[in-house]
């Protein structure tokens, strides 16, 4: 069953979960104005070759955080596929060039970002024409303060960086316990674990996470509590990104809240533990966890009203064996499911996984 796009949907939803159309272009000043001064400011790009901001759904813009970290917000259409969209304002570039996924309009499983280091982002896909969703792309800018540790590869694992200058297999973990990877890799095989984790840097469960694979394709990595990160998927061994995957380490010193479910969620399963959410010193927002539901209902929860951003926020997200998902968080806070599973468009009752959705509360 082919899934309906994402402003349809939308539309079918009850209007008490749909935000109003924001009609002015941005962050509104009294939105800005409210933000703790420790919360950094998104800073509208310039669009260029035909991209234009989807209104109603924030401009495009870019807010660096005090660990160099870049978060990407927005949601942009009207370009063509392989097209410089904005260029980073200066400093925000990323010190390697970075290929990461993107939610697009219609749940394609080839839609991506290109970041360069001289601060191009340009936009591939089938369907980004229509909307390239830029919330939850993140990544550490080349100043970041971050202390990066090469991890030892296993297996046949070996670093593409030499190849596409897209940089070695790395991890940091910041202040708060908030983990940090980059870099690329390939040539190991489907399943087999490329590396492990410090202890340090550990999730507190299971995660599974989809990543860009070669030739535009979307695999997955499954992170194990124990520390082993094994790269699923046809294309892995071609290459597999790193860049922007964050989590909360079992370490940190954030709290996590437990999420309550509704409508017969249920939270934990394949051992990825209960959905919860965590909000750092920056103001953005981490969800972690995994939920199976034997009847599809929406929303699945609601955040905390401290959670909310401004904005309708869509990411992709990770489903049952591989296959493409998107979370929905909207301006009241409710959560909604959608994807391509077995009651296609509306979510993938058997597994969906909230990690690692983030987002800035408030913009």
């Known amino acids: 069953m082919k899934a309906v796009s994402l402003r349809r949907l939308a539309r079918r939803l ?19 104005a409210a933000l703790p001064a420790h919360y950094p400011t998104p800073v509208d790009v310039t669009l260029q070759n035909g991209w234009t901001n989807l ?49 697009g309009e219609n749940f394609a499983d080839d839609d991506y970002l290109i970041i360069g280091t001289s601060g191009d982002v ?4 089938s369907d980004v024409n229509e909307a390239a969703w830029l919330y939850g792309v993140s990544f550490p ?30 991890v940091a973990v910041d202040s708060e316990g ?8 390939a040539d190991g095989a489907s399943g087999s674990v490329a590396f492990v984790l410090p202890t340090a840097d550990r999730p507190p469960a299971d995660i599974y996470v989809n990543t860009y694979t070669n030739g535009g394709s979307t695999g997955y990595l499954y992170i194990e509590k124990n520390g082993d990160v094994l790269p699923i998927g046809s294309d892995v061994s071609g290459f597999t990104n790193l860049a922007g995957i964050t989590f909360r380490s079992g370490q940190s010193i954030l709290a996590a809240t437990k999420l309550k479910l509704v409508n017969g969620w249920v939270g934990g399963a394949y051992s990825t533990g209960d959905p919860t959410v965590t909000r750092d010193q920056y103001g953005f927002v981490h969800l972690a966890g995994g939920l199976t539901n034997p009847s599809d209902g929406s929303p699945v929860t609601v955040l905390p009203k401290a959670d909310w951003p401004t904005h309708q926020v869509c990411e992709t997200i990770y489903n049952v064996n591989g296959s493409i998902g998107t979370i929905c968080i909207y301006s009241n806070g409710d959560v909604s499911l959608n994807g391509t599973g077995s009651s296609a468009p509306y979510t993938d009752d058997e597994f969906s996984s909230f990690s690692p959705v983030t987002f800035e509360a408030g913009v």
Do not use: C
Request: hydrophobic content about 45%; glycine content about 12%.
């Open 178 to 185: 908030i983990v940090h990877l980059r870099g690329s890799m």
């Open 122 to 125: 340009a936009v591939v896909g």
């Open 141 to 170: 800018v080349a100043g970041s303060p971050l202390s990066f540790s090469d991890v030892t590869l296993k297996n046949s694992w070996t670093s593409e960086n030499s190849v596409y200058g897209t940089g070695d297999p790395a």
């Open 14 to 32: 009850p209007a008490v979960l749909v935000a109003a159309p924001v009609l002015a272009i941005g962050l509104p000043a009294a939105v800005a």
């Open 55 to 103: 209104s109603g759904y924030g401009s495009a813009a870019v807010a660096v955080d005090g660990n160099g970290i870049a978060h990407l917000s927005g949601v942009i259409d009207n370009g063509s596929s392989d097209s410089v969209a904005f260029a980073l304002p200066s400093g925000d570039a990323p010190a390697s060039d970075i290929y990461i996924n993107i939610q």
